[in-house]
């Protein structure tokens, strides 16, 4: 029954111990995938701003121009670099939400590895333990288990045995004296009832 015991606690550890493991390669996938995604992102706006300073250059340019000129041409200018200030303002803050949303899932993700670490390291203590205890059990159900069979073999089965032996020794005995003198034919026939 211990054994049976012993038994489910092992194939329940080793589950829980495989639940873990996978538990944590989806969380390094979950990190690794959002590690990309910020990449990607990352790299789409260097492609989205690198267009808008080629052209923020050159509306520098014109402004440097039309400063020198005319009044009328820093307005035209002035118009022109407010949609890529725009622009460049819509980028920031979304650079400033993709960098706030990985830090959160680096941070969830670090939690729940250290989680499923301590998991793990509880778990493998608690196995080892009732290893230990599965052996110590088993151990002395063995001894006990030798005990007993000396006890019968010494207690029960020699004092039978001696028992027989005498008994046998009484029969033969009693027999020879109510039957007085036997023929050879009488005792080899109850020497092979005996046998």
């Known amino acids: 029954m211990e054994a049976h015991v012993s038994n489910q606690i092992i194939v329940i550890a080793i589950v829980v111990i ?11 996938m979950v ?8 990449k990607a992102a990352v790299d789409q706006v260097r492609r989205q701003i ?8 050159e509306v520098l340019g014109d402004a440097k121009l039309a400063v020198q000129t005319t009044k009328v041409a820093v307005q035209n200018t002035n118009e022109k670099l407010q949609p ?3 622009s460049a303002t819509r980028i920031t803050t979304e650079l400033q939400e993709i960098a706030h949303k990985a830090n959160d899932v680096a941070s969830r993700g670090k939690a729940q590895a250290e989680q499923v670490d301590e998991a793990l390291t509880e778990t493998l203590g608690r196995v080892r333990v009732q290893m230990t205890n599965v052996e110590a059990t088993v ?7 030798r005990d007993t069979s000396n006890h019968v073999n010494t207690g029960i089965v020699t004092p039978i045995r ?3 032996g005498f008994m046998a020794g009484v029969s033969t005995a009693l027999g020879f004296l109510v039957q007085g003198r036997t023929t050879v034919q009488r005792a080899t026939h ?4 005996f046998i």
């Not at 495989?18 to 390094?28: G, L």
């Not at 690198?50 to 250059?57: D, H, I, N, R, T």
């Not at 151990?139 to 288990?145: F, T």
């Open 18 to 28: 495989a639940v873990a493991v996978v538990m944590q390669t989806i969380s390094a």
């Open 31 to 38: 990190s690794a995938l959002t590690a990309m995604k910020l």
């Open 50 to 57: 690198e267009p808008l300073a080629e052209q923020a250059k």
């Open 84 to 86: 890529i200030l725009d």
């Open 139 to 145: 151990e002395h159900v063995l001894q006990n288990v």
């Open 162 to 164: 001696k028992l027989n």
């Open 190 to 193: 109850e020497d092979e009832m």
